[in-house]
Nanobody, 129 residues
Framework: QVYLVDSGGGLVQAGGSLRLSCAAS????????MGWFRQAPGKEREFVAAINWSGGTTNYADSVKGRFTISRDNAKRTVYLQMANLKPEDTAVYYC??????????????????????WGQGTQVTVSS
């Protein structure tokens, strides 16, 4: 079991940047892929980015490619989402999540919420125009 706490959200103007953090506890953190999802009011939770257990492979939604960067520090049991050039349509509650499986190989296919078994509480990101 992995327990997750999200932080770093806030209000930012369009074009600005934010860095989200996800602090994890649990002995298997470094053996699991991690993801970030977001959910805007009235919309379904959507995939944003994922990183494999070692940090060597990443995957992004097309809407954030080139603007967001996911990274992890296994020694600190923390995952980050660096967000740049933010747009009003990025406004949402952002959640980090831990893969249900250990040492998953196919990260590209790991984009559904059902693939992830542990979730943070969410952090609000609001981008004003």
């Amino acid at each position: 079991q992995v327990y997750l706490v999200d932080s770093g959200g806030g209000l930012v103007q369009a074009g600005g940047s934010l860095r989200l953090s996800c602090a994890a506890s649990g002995r298997t953190f470094s053996n699991r892929a991690m993801g970030w999802f977001r959910q805007a009011p009235g919309k379904e939770r959507e995939f944003v980015a994922a990183i494999n257990w070692s940090g060597g492979t990443t995957n992004y939604a097309d809407s954030v490619k080139g603007r967001f960067t996911i990274s992890r520090d296994n020694a600190k049991r923390t995952v980050y989402l660096q967000m740049a050039n933010l747009k009003p349509e990025d406004t949402a509650v952002y959640y980090c999540a831990a893969d249900q499986l250990l040492f998953r190989h196919n990260l590209v296919a790991t984009t559904a919420p059902a693939d992830f078994g542990s979730w943070g509480q969410g952090t609000q990101v609001t981008v004003s125009s």
